[in-house]
């Protein structure tokens, strides 16, 4: 299975914004529900949205109402909208399919966000 492939990542003060976007394989995406995750330094990767291939969301407690999860069918692209960002979700941020049987893990795209 090929890799997800993320970019978008940088350097924001906090209170800013980026998109991330994450463009996976074609017999992969149609199918599946996509999610963006981060792995902060010495954390554990974790959930970060989710969304269905028909287009239902949910966002773990701490980026409601602040992230947007999005995806675009006829390019393959899932996109992450951080607004409002805070030093804390500075981290690694990874694109892959919320299943056990997902592809490998792509290199990721690098968020930091300065105080």
């Known amino acids: 299975q090929v890799q997800p492939v993320e970019s978008g990542g940088g350097l924001v003060q906090a209170g800013g914004s980026l998109r991330l976007s994450c463009v996976v394989s074609?017999?992969?995406?149609?199918?599946?529900?996509m999610a963006w995750y981060r792995q902060a330094p010495g954390k554990q990767r974790e959930w970060v949205a989710v969304?269905?291939?028909?287009?239902?969301?949910r966002y773990v407690d701490s980026v409601k109402g602040r992230f947007t999860i999005s995806r675009d069918n006829a390019k393959n692209t899932v996109y992450l909208q951080m607004n409002s960002l805070k030093p804390e979700d500075t981290a690694v941020y990874y694109c892959?399919?919320?299943?056990?049987?997902?592809?490998?893990w792509g290199q990721g795209t690098q968020v930091t966000v300065s105080s």
């Open positions: 074609g017999s992969i995406f149609s199918i599946n529900a």
């Open positions: 969304i269905t291939s028909g287009g239902s969301v």
């Open positions: 892959n399919v919320p299943s056990d049987y997902h592809p490998p």
